[in-house]
């Protein structure tokens, strides 16, 4: 499933419009946007947990040369199911 196909199904499901669904879906991916940002983790108890992982420095090969390469630390969002979701799938 697609952003354009989840709006859509969203709207569906709440019986209403596309465009309304489209403005909360931009609303809540900013909402969780900016508080990564900020440091701060999104939990919504039963479905998951929003966060910023820190990956240390590391070394690698570039796939092409086999050379090795210096790769710096950096943060990644990452995403922990609830309870409820997991059990649900």
Known sequence: MNKTEFIERVAEEVGGSVSEA????????NVVTSSLKNGEEVQITGF???????RA?????????GETMNIPAQKIPSFSAGNTLKESV
Do not use: L, S, V
């Not at 998951?48 to 820190?54: A, L, P, V």
């Not at 420095?57 to 040369?65: C, D, F, L, M, V």
């Open 48 to 54: 998951g947990k929003f966060y910023i992982q820190e």
């Open 22 to 29: 489209q403005r909360y879906f931009d609303a809540i991916e």
């Open 57 to 65: 420095a590391r070394e690698g090969r570039n796939p092409q040369t």
